[in-house]
């Protein structure tokens, strides 16, 4: 997770209180998306960002798991993620998010 995004999630965390935030992930490796759900739980791995230290413990999901496509809007779904759900592995992605999240999220949905 890029920096400017790490501030944007520590600002929003800030202003709403973390207990009020769900941060969404979209990344297309399950690699990738453990970090990104690391980053917004325990704090920047790298120790190189504006959440480096900084355990927000948020709610965390990656967009393929069924508590958001549920959410979603069937036909904004098929004309935006539809088409990367059949080509990417969405069972690692949601596993590998779903890992950081029961491991380290302080508050759920």
Known sequence: M????QQRVKDAAE???AENLVVVLGSSDPEG??????????????FAGPLAGVPLGLC?????EEE???????A????????????LNTEALA???KKMRDANSKYSL
């Open 15 to 17: 202003k709403v209180g």
């Open 60 to 64: 965390v999901y990656h967009v393929f």
């Open 33 to 46: 998306a453990e970090i990104y759900a690391e980053t917004v739980t325990l704090g920047d791995p790298t």
């Open 95 to 97: 596993a590998s998010v």
């Open 68 to 74: 958001m496509k549920s959410e979603a809007d069937p």
């Open 2 to 5: 890029d920096l400017e995004n």
């Open 76 to 87: 904004a779904w098929e004309e935006q993620i539809s088409m990367m759900e059949m080509v």
